[in-house]
Each structure stands twice: as structure tokens, then as C-alpha cells.
């Protein structure tokens, strides 16, 4: 869910390509990988991506389509991978599950009656990645020379965590759970057609006279991936109410009101599982013919499917003399 209602919270404003060039981005993978994934789904031939032993490779067709813009704007990605959720997680990972088998089962009932678009839109969203997609795209990512690491909890507070530490210059996400692990700056939509937007947690502080711990409490109120919200308690709502009171727990008990492992949940924000990985930002050198060899003879993917952005990824990486970015 990534606690979509911070984003009338939170200070965001549009922010051009040109912008980030140079800027290295620890991107959470499972977000942008996700997304990608279901472009690809949605609007391309299942032929094109399915090897004649069944298994379904859309991934590697998107990563090439979503690396080569990334490379194409000079942007040093780092992929961080999510490692094991957070046991308080466990309840929204099983709602996932569930969303994901009811379009299954309203796709196969579209293909039953030739509803080939509408069969196509709900496989997208049904999509998961699969043990065969977290292995092909780590090892993708490897022949394009893309650093990558394996978060010991959740990708995104790992992400955070690296840009507080001056690793790299800010987290690449789609969710807004990011202010709440407390990343100074958050680019979203690098996966959408569009201009990226830059959401600023210092600015968004400052504007709402908070500190990162009472929009955390905020947040809690209003539900997030650990909790549902309390009915009644909007984005306005929960922050007015934590304004007056000072913390979560002194909203809760001036309304009668509890909230189960609330405590837990502000800790997992505050202090989430991380590692201090050192990563060194460098602007990858892909070995092209590896890429190519491992995409369409290992795993059967059409060569004219991926050669437009096989050849971008090609210029961008031949356009710069630069080795590194500076964080």
C-alpha cells in the first residue's frame, strides 16, 4: 500500500530528468521491478516472454526498457531487493495474495469469453514475482553491470537508510513509506511516462510543524502496511489531532482509542532492520554481448523485441567518459 494518504501530506513538486543527471538512486526493486512487469504483461505478446518450458520471463524485457532510461538520463541506479518482511507485515502480504487470486480467476473467466484486453489488464495485475524472476533479474542485472544488494528486511528502509548515511542521493519509489523511514529525498514516478517528482521529508516536516517521530504517529492513526487506521482519522484529521496531543500515544488515550502493536510499528519505522552495506555508485560498463546472449539464447526472448533498448542501453553507456557519478 505504501500509505498513499501521506501524499497530502507530504511536500512534493515535479522535477525534470536533466535534474538527476549524476545523481546516483538506491531504487527499491520489488516497486520498480513490479511495475515494469506489468507494462510489459499488459502490452505484450505472452509469446514473446514465455520459454517453451512455460516460465514466464516478462521481467527481463521490462529491466532492459527501464534501465536504458534510466541510463539514457545518466542516472547510477542501485538496486535494493527486499529481504524478509516484517512479521507485522504478515496480515497485508496475505491480503495481496488473495487480491491477486481473485483477478486470476476474473482473467481466466474473461479469456473464457474473448475478452482479450480485458483478459490482458487484469493478467498485469495479478502478476507476482515469481523465485524464476528474482533469479533472471539479479542475474541480468549482473551482465548489465547494475549494482544490486539483498536488503535484510524490507528494500525500501534499506534504501532510506543509504541515502541518511550519504550513500547515495536519494531512494527511487513509487510508496510513500519512504518519509516514514526517514529518507530526505524520495524521486518517484522514474517508471511513468512523465516528468519525476522529488518528495522532500524536511520540507514536508517543516510545512507541517511535525517532527519525523509525530508524522510517523501520524501515519499510524491514518493505517499503513502493519496497521489499519482508525476510522475517522484522515491525512488533516490525524495530523491536527497528534499536533494537539504531542505523540500517538497521547491521542490514544485522550479518545479511548488502541491500536494493536502500535508500538512495534513506530519502532519498525524508526529503527527498521538495516545493514551499513558500503556501495560505490559507478555508472555501469555492460557487457552488451552478454546481455544480449543471455537474454535470447538462455532464456528465448525475441531479439527484436529488446534490440531498441539493448541499443540505447549501448549509446548511453558509450556517452560518457565519466567512471563515477558523485553522491
Not at 531487493?81 to 482473467?107: C, H, N, S, V, Y
Not at 474473448?114 to 493478467?123: I, K, Q, T
Not at 495485475?125 to 524464476?132: A, D, E, V
Not at 495530523?239 to 491500536?259: F, P
Request: hydrophobic share 35%; aromatic share 6%; glycine share 6%.
Amino acid at each position: 500500500m505504501g500509505n498513499a494518504a501521506l501524499r497530502d501530506l507530504a511536500v512534493i513538486e515535479p522535477v525534470t530528468f536533466d535534474e538527476l543527471k549524476g545523481d546516483c538512486i538506491a531504487i527499491d526493486a520489488h516497486n520498480w521491478l513490479y511495475r515494469y512487469l506489468t507494462i510489459t504483461v499488459r502490452f505484450t505478446n505472452s509469446r514473446v516472454y514465455t520459454t517453451d518450458d512455460g516460465e514466464e520471463v516478462a521481467n527481463l524485457i521490462g529491466i532492459l526498457q527501464g534501465v536504458a532510461k534510466l541510463l539514457e538520463a545518466q542516472i547510477t541506479p542501485v538496486f535494493v531487493f527486499d529481504g524478509t518482511p516484517a512479521e507485522l507485515k504478515t496480515d497485508e502480504i496475505e491480503r495481496r495474495r488473495d487480491r491477486r487470486e481473485e483477478l486470476a480467476q476474473r482473467r481466466d473467466e474473461a479469456r473464457e469469453r474473448g475478452d482479450a484486453v480485458e483478459a490482458a489488464r487484469l493478467d498485469s495485475q495479478s502478476q507476482r514475482l515469481t523465485p524464476t524472476i528474482q533469479e533472471t533479474s539479479r542475474e541480468l542485472l549482473d551482465r548489465l553491470d547494475i549494482t544490486y544488494i539483498d536488503a535484510p528486511a524490507e528494500g525500501e528502509a534499506q534504501a532510506a537508510h543509504m541515502a541518511r548515511r550519504g550513500t547515495v542521493d536519494s531512494v527511487g519509489t513509487e510508496d510513500y513509506d519512504a518519509l516514514l523511514f526517514g529518507a530526505p529525498i524520495t524521486i518517484r514516478q522514474l517508471t511513468s511516462s512523465g516528468d519525476p517528482e522529488r518528495m522532500d521529508l524536511e520540507a514536508t516536516l517543516t510545512n507541517l510543524g511535525l517532527t519525523r517521530e509525530q508524522l510517523i504517529d501520524a501515519a499510524i492513526l491514518i493505517g499503513t502496511d502493519y496497521n489499519d487506521g482508525i476510522t475517522g482519522y484522515g491525512p488533516k484529521t490525524a495530523v491536527a489531532a497528534v499536533k494537539d496531543h504531542g505523540t500517538l500515544w497521547d491521542v490514544l488515550e485522550a479518545e479511548g482509542l488502541s491500536i494493536t502493536a502500535a508500538d512495534r510499528i513506530r519502532d519498525l519505522f524508526l529503527d527498521p532492520n538495516v545493514s551499513d552495506t558500503d556501495v560505490i555508485c559507478r555508472f555501469p560498463r555492460p557487457d552488451m554481448d552478454a546481455v544480449t546472449a543471455y537474454t535470447t539464447d538462455d532464456w528465448g526472448i525475441d531479439l527484436e523485441s529488446i534490440e531498441r533498448p539493448l541499443t540505447r542501453i549501448e549509446q548511453a553507456t558509450k556517452q560518457t567518459g565519466l567512471d563515477h557519478f558523485s553522491g
